[in-house]
């Protein structure tokens, strides 16, 4: 029927939606939730698994409280500004890749058409008490998913086909992270005891040896599941009951429950009986501290450094894009070079109403695997002057989540080739790199975070850590440019403070010690860096304060007997910045505070 009215075939007119955390969210009257599968449209037509995203929820959840600004009921449009608009920026959001283009195209495919076109207008009215009907209360979620909780998640979509009103869908997935520790260990097998308590010979163990016909046993039950709750992943607790786990007795020759025996570091620290909870409680923290002593620098007040800094600095400056784009000769007529134009103009256009704020988030997404092609063969094709209008091309680009999670998750061969390409060509370059080239690369890197999904590809994968660190250390040693180095103070902040965000939600969750995004090594370059940096820096203030707190934050909390504190004790960190004080007046408290964590 399609054919007869369109001239082409249509399978289907999708209805999309995204299952999160066992919750499906999907846009009609505004962003609206229900339980997987119950929407109006029925049941899906088809289930795909996008794949697994490690944003924490609280991202996620503020992410999808900014959208609701942007996804309004009365700015529903069934060609312009639907469901699968939203499905598809949620996506990116999380995974730095979109849904299927065949779902996303068909409203153009449909307007190319003449009929398209001229029942544009019916089809949207026709349709709307579809697309915008209400959920029913007992299919709706609580407004707030569990933050720990094991789920197969995914997208779904469903909706009429052209020729029927029966539902269709489409529906892909994302899972999340499994729940950490924090529970007491039920075992009956000797094997199974041993695996447990060999794990905990770098921490802490406690066995609870009890049996189902123990009346006093089950007084202690509700302590025990709260000290295990209460020490994470610090220790290991254990229960086991003698009534079924024969071997285990037979080992440990235990003659009555309840009893407790307690392992530090892989050898019996202490044995005892009785249902005695104050003792208990006391005996299993005090074997936690021990295991565990807490780090000297979480016992100091320290305002700036004991907080998680997650907004970036991010650069978004728009300079005139007709003059900049003139920069890049005849490569300024090339498609993608339009393309990342009448991208940022729609982002940056002001709103078309007074009360109402700009949406950037509602522009059209740039062909970006076309885009990141032309700028990966432009790296080796154009000459240093040419190439900074087009990294600044991108670096406005890079503002909108949706892009640098794009280029986050970017499956090329070699992976990340597009930014790998650029750090490549400009530390080739080194002390030759021009100077508006450099800045605006290192602008660039900035806006690299922000999308939560890049910052842990940056810190971790070799492939991008090593030639970002390259590139940071020789621009953060610039003599002759101070505006270079402010950028690349920036930079160090953001890759210093997001390892210093995961190094505080490690402790939170009772991790302390677990190995940082930012590998080791790599905080040595970094640290002797910023310290030489700092040494040589007497001209910006505002350059001095991002180093040294970029420095403070890679030192707090980070091991007394690691190679940064080594470094820092070697290059007599305390000293350098001791010598700074001139410069740091207005900035007294922060210099303190970085001071009193260096050794």
Known sequence: ????????????????????????????????????????HGRPMEVISLGSTELPLEIVLEYLESMKGIYTPESYDLFMHNCNNFTHDFSMFLLGKGIPDHITSLPKTVLDTPFGQMLKPQLDS???????????????????????????????????????????????????????????HNVTRLAELDGLLSSARNSCAVIFFTSSTCGPCKIVYPAYDQLAEEAGSKSTLIKVD?????????????????????????????????????????????????ANPPHPHHGLRLRTLQRPHRKPVTYAKVPPLEKLIAKLGPVGNDLSVSALKDFIEVRTAPSTTPDSAPEPASAPLPPLPQISTFIVSSMSELAPDSLFPLIDLLRLSLVDPRVSGYFAEENTQPPHNTITSILSRINALDSSTPYTLRIVTLQTACNLFTSPLFPPQLLSNPALTAPLLTFLTTSLLDTEHAPVRVSAA?????????????RLEALERGQEG???????????????????????????????????????????????????WDLLRVMGAKG??????????????????VVAVLP
């Open 1 to 40: 029927m399609s054919r007869q009215f369109l001239g082409i075939h249509i399978d289907a007119v999708y209805h999309t939606s995204l299952v999160f955390e066992g919750v499906e969210y999907f846009f009609g009257q505004g962003i609206q939730t229900c339980y997987p599968g119950a929407t109006h």
């Open 126 to 184: 026709a349709m709307r008490g579809m697309t915008q009907a209400p959920v029913s209360a007992s299919k709706v979620p609580p407004s707030r998913p569990p933050a720990l909780r094991s789920t197969s998640n995914g997208t779904s979509a469903a909706g009429p086909s052209p020729t029927s009103a029966q539902p269709n869908g489409h529906v892909n997935g994302i899972k999340s992270p499994l729940p950490g520790p924090g529970r007491v």
């Open 242 to 290: 003698l009534n079924t786990a024969y071997e285990i007795g037979t080992r440990y020759k235990v003659r009555a429950t309840p009893t407790f025996m307690t392992f530090l570091r892989g050898t019996t620290e202490e044995e005892w009986s009785g249902a005695n909870e104050s003792q208990l409680r006391s005996k299993v923290r005090m074997l936690v501290q021990m």
């Open 490 to 502: 920036s930079l160090a902040f953001n890759i210093s403070a997001f390892n210093h965000i995961h």
């Open 514 to 564: 677990v190995a940082d995004l930012l590998p080791e090594s790599a905080q040595v370059e970094l640290s002797a860096s910023l310290l030489e940096a700092i040494g040589r820096e007497e001209e910006s203030r505002e350059g001095l304060k991002g180093l040294v707190l970029a420095l403070g934050l890679l030192a707090y909390g980070s091991s007394l007997e690691g190679e940064v």
């Open 576 to 593: 350098i910045l001791e010598g700074k004080r001139d410069m740091l007046k207005k900035e007294e408290t922060l210099l303190n505070e």
